[in-house]
């Protein structure tokens, strides 16, 4: 797995102080190109029923959204 530190989060609308854990691992996943829940579930390792949580903590964050059936960073 790829280091997910506090420098990938840089880019995303509210910064370090926003998102934290597996959500910046999450975000970080999404910063190069969009993927499915099930490509997020595959390589972050983390199980189905976090992962729909930490998405949707995401959303509610508005960092990142969904197009076309795969979530992408706003």
Known sequence: ?????????R??????DNIVGDELKIATMLANEPKTV???IQESKIAASQMNILISMLEIKGEIHKIGGKYTIK
């Open 1 to 9: 797995l790829q280091d997910y530190s506090a420098q990938g989060a």
């Open 11 to 16: 880019n995303f609308k509210g910064g370090v």
């Open 38 to 40: 099930e490509e997020l």
